[in-house]
């Protein structure tokens, strides 16, 4: 069975940093295509990082890119959101996703239970 556990959110200021958690067991992140999404009170998901090692992929959603860098660690099989120069609009509750990519099928996803975040003016 595979399960996601996200840590690391809390109340910050603007202009202040959070490094985001996301444990995964039960699949191993380097073969998996994982995943930072958000969000806000009133607003639909949206997809803020990726990375996909095998593919050689990782990419960021264009309003993002330079304050925040998905990483991951392989030994602790662990996915990380690194967020800085934080502003109230990152205000959200952050999900991680584990994909499981299937040839010739739509891939399997795994969610976590999400992890608030809170950027204070």
């Known amino acids: 069975q595979v399960q996601l556990v996200e840590s690391g959110g809390g109340l910050v200021q603007a202009g202040g940093s959070l490094r985001l958690s996301c444990a995964v067991s039960?699949?191993?992140?380097?073969?998996?295509?994982m995943a930072w999404f958000r969000q806000a009170p009133g607003k639909e998901r949206e997809r803020v990082a990726v990375?996909?090692?095998?593919?050689?992929?990782?990419a960021y959603a264009d309003s993002l890119k330079g304050r925040f860098t998905i990483s991951r660690d392989n030994a602790k099989n662990t996915v990380y959101l690194q967020m800085n120069s934080l502003n109230p609009e990152d205000t959200a509750v952050y999900y991680c996703?584990?994909?499981?990519?299937?040839?010739?099928?739509?891939?399997?996803?795994?969610w976590g239970q999400g992890t608030q975040v809170t950027v204070s003016s």
């Open positions: 996703r584990c994909s499981k990519i299937q040839l010739g099928r739509p891939p399997r996803d795994y």
């Open positions: 039960g699949r191993p992140v380097r073969s998996s295509r």
């Open positions: 990375i996909w090692t095998s593919a050689g992929f990782i």
